[in-house]
């Protein structure tokens, strides 16, 4: 009954050993090697066969290592390979030859009256010779991903969910926002001189307290946007041992994404006293416990990992909680995430400011009313959710009979065309990983990013290829959503992705913060309605190219790519066979332990997760029909508890669950009760100061009324009306809340 999103492994409880069985050594034992590894490498249907990228966050298998070892193995072959390689990638590959190939563009791009223009003069030609028989059909519109035709109803729903009274101002520049001189001088290190669109219209809003609902284009400094007012309040928390508290929770996706948050924050916050603090799985357990526990201001976290904190580490609440952002918001709001936010949501005070953001952001009330939102501001900078201005899209087609030819289209353009700063986008693990070996055996410097490397792995590929040590980045959807990595030029991908969302996040990792990017997508004859959706949707009809290989370049580099096979097969059988005598070696030093330290290791308390076996398994089996990042890519990893302990509490109010708890532990036999009642009693004297019974004006009976517990508290970073400075006057410690956008602990 535990749970650690540290590992895969971790999360069991160890099994009591059983001494009584003899492990018997079988001398007839083989490593099991079953089915042709590359079978699929070329194909579609990857997820069948067994995954053979190393899963063990421990000691990670590094591939590096097994290709270079088998290279110095071939070392004259090889030799002999290279350089045949190096003379045909020279001057014939980038002759300007223009034949028509098997990899053409649909026509749908001709019907939309799309620019066709030669996106690279080495191997790009315009090809219109089959218009007519592959236009759209008639009712092709019907097929378009997302519905924008919006009932009256509707229209009427999101009248009364959303705020629109509230103005929103226009600021061209950080100083009219009076922001607090730290914070000035932060956005100066950092060269912002004047907000984006979406942070213009956010910060002055989002300082009033007010809930909010943001979407932007990919690449548009959302997050600045949202921790910009987050800061600025937070200048004026109440200070002191006695105030100290986490007041505000960034929940993001991905583990990578939470890195990434927390830097750009660190960096916004560098000249103020607020802390942070990292809680994303994959990371230390034990040292972020100890950071929790000085009560940080901010946690930014990814859901499984604050889940485990929650329950787990006993000094660790969101009582004072008072502003909860959501970035990423349609994701963490989809299936795969609903029940982890369900949980998390019962643990923040009512009372929060709720901010969501997102640049496929939806405004579905049926969607947001999950979040219990109260009376949110509408920000949709870019309402149509299109690419950003500087993005050029371009599209290979992949005929259905030629679908075995992608991995050398890819190759061909990797060698020839985009040899640096790109990002290659694969549907699953395996086909990256795969993908990554014959990069490799090809001399082409890659590092992969998906959820079956460890977490330090992760984040080694990532870092390299910031540093530019790795020219391509080969990735799942992991890498897909909000990872601003500075002078990526293209985005490739590999598939087109099934959710015209998640093509958008792919080629937003490109043409960011104003700047110009190229995305190539192999559209094959299945993607035609999202071609045509991606179409619709774009900045600019003149930003559509469509990309034609040369037939003879295709051919060269298939057979390549076929002649790699044998070798690709070996480095994964290579790679398997050390991954499970490693395998061998750890359950060989797991049960040396057990003996050592039996005593010790069950005596530790088990750590519990929110949701029984059963439900755990049923929501990954929904995480995988899902969208986006399959589980164990997010922070939630799939050995998160394999035997959870049932929830007794559960859907219980976090009041309810409190008195229950409370009344079972005095009931408790021995210390465990006494000790955890006065955790709990601790963590309540902990929390800043409510502000006791405050005295309100009953309108209707003119009577004083006295506020319900929960009101308003003390030490409320947010006591402060900051709207008054946007009149010029500073809010002082010790304001009282006025204009604000809701009273505390008003019902939502
Ligand atoms: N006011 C500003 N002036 C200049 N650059 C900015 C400004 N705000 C943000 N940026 C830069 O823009 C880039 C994109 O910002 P950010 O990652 O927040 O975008 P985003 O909208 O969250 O993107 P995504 O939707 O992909 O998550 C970052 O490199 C950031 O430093």
Not at 479 to 488: H, T, V
Not at 493 to 520: C, W
Not at 526 to 534: E, N, Q
């Amino acid at each position: 009954m535990t749970v650690d999103s540290d590992s895969d492994e971790q999360g069991q409880r160890p099994k009591k050993p059983n001494h009584d069985q003899e492990v018997e050594f079988d001398p007839d034992f083989r490593f099991e090697l079953v089915g042709d590894l590359y079978a699929d490498l070329l194909h579609s249907d990857l997820e069948r066969t067994p995954d053979t990228v190393n899963k063990m966050s421990k000691n990670p298998i590094s591939i590096e290592e097994v290709i270079a070892r088998r290279k110095l193995k071939h070392a004259s072959a090889k030799r002999k390979r290279v350089d045949e390689y190096e003379s045909e990638s020279g001057t014939s590959d980038c002759s300007t030859e223009r034949s028509t190939t098997d990899c053409e563009v649909p026509d749908e791009f001709k019907g939309e009256g799309a620019s066709l223009e030669v996106a690279d003069k080495d191997e790009a030609s315009v090809d219109d010779s089959d218009s007519q028989q592959d236009s759209p059909s008639e009712d092709d519109d019907s097929l378009s991903v997302e519905s924008e035709t919006e009932t009256q109803a509707e229209k009427d729903r999101k009248a009364v969910f959303f705020d629109l009274e509230t103005r929103q101002d226009s600021h061209s520049s950080f100083l009219t926002m009076n922001l607090s001189r730290p914070l000035q001088r932060a956005l100066t290190s950092l060269g912002f001189v004047s907000p984006t669109p979406i942070q213009a219209s956010t910060i002055p809003v989002a300082l009033l307290g007010k809930d909010v609902v943001g979407n932007a284009v990919t690449g548009s400094g959302k997050t600045a946007a949202f921790i910009i007012p987050i800061l600025e309040r937070l200048l004026y928390r109440e200070k002191g041992n006695n105030a100290t508290a986490t007041r505000c929770l960034i929940l993001v996706p991905t583990r990578e994404l939470a890195v990434q948050c927390f830097e750009v924050g660190s960096k916004l916050a560098a000249y103020t006293d607020i802390r942070f603090c990292l809680a994303a799985g994959g990371l230390s357990l034990k040292s972020q416990e100890a950071a929790l526990r000085t009560r940080p201001d901010i946690v930014i976290a990814t859901p499984g990992r604050l889940i485990d904190h929650l329950r787990n580490s006993p000094s660790f609440t969101l009582d004072a909680l008072d502003v909860l952002v959501l970035d990423e918001a349609d994701r963490m709001l989809s299936e795969g995430f609903a029940d982890e936010l369900n949980e998390i949501i019962k643990s923040c005070p009512v009372s929060r400011q709720t901010m969501l953001f997102s640049a496929t952001m939806t405004d579905s009330v049926d969607e947001l009313v999950k979040m219990s939102l109260n009376k949110p501001v509408r920000l949709f900078v870019d309402p149509k959710r299109t690419t950003a201005k500087g993005l050029i899209q371009e599209f290979v087609r992949v005929r259905a009979e030629k679908e075995s030819n992608r991995t050398a289209l890819l190759v061909a353009l990797c060698k020839r065309t985009f040899r640096q700063r790109v990002i290659v986008f694969f549907r699953s693990k395996k086909l990256a990983h795969q993908v990554r070996v014959v990069f490799s055996l090809l001399d082409m410097n890659a590092a992969e990013l998906h959820g079956d490397l460890s977490q330090e792995q992760r984040l080694k590929a990532l870092q390299s290829f910031r540093d530019g040590q790795a020219d391509f980045l080969l990735a799942t959807d992991l890498a897909s959503r909000g990872l601003d990595i500075k002078g990526i030029e293209t985005v490739i991908n590999y598939d087109m992705p099934n959710q015209f969302e998640q093509y958008l996040h792919r080629v937003g990792r490109t043409a960011r913060a104003g700047k110009s990017g190229r995305s190539i997508t192999l559209v094959g004859e299945s993607d035609r309605k999202m071609l045509k959706s991606v179409m619709k949707h774009s900045a600019s009809d003149d930003n559509i190219r469509h990309r034609v290989i040369p037939a003879d370049v295709v051919l060269k580099w298939s057979k390549k790519v076929d002649e790699l096979k044998g070798e690709v097969v070996a480095v994964l059988h290579e790679e398997k066979e050390e991954k499970q005598l490693l395998q061998a070696d750890m359950e060989l030093k797991k049960g040396q332990n057990m003996l050592e330290h039996e005593a010790e290791i069950f005596s530790r308390p088990a750590r519990t997760w929110f949701q029984t076996e059963k439900e755990k398994a049923r929501a990954a089996g929904r995480k995988q029909g899902g969208n986006g990042i399959a589980p164990g890519e997010s922070g939630i990893s799939p050995g998160d508890s394999l035997k959870p302990k049932r929830d007794k509490y559960a859907g219980l109010s976090r009041k309810v669950k409190r008195r229950k708890m409370a009344i079972e532990a005095e009931q408790e036999p021995g210390q465990k009760g006494a000790i955890d009642a006065a955790i709990r009693s601790a963590k309540r004297q902990a929390r800043p100061g409510k502000v006791g019974k405050v005295q309100t004006k009953n309108a209707a009976g003119g009577r004083k009324k006295v506020a319900s517990k929960g009101t308003s508290r003390v030490g409320d970073a947010f006591n402060h009306d900051l709207s008054a400075k946007r009149e010029g006057i500073r809010a002082r410690k010790g304001d009282a809340i006025g204009g604000m956008g809701r009273r505390k602990g008003g019902k939502r």
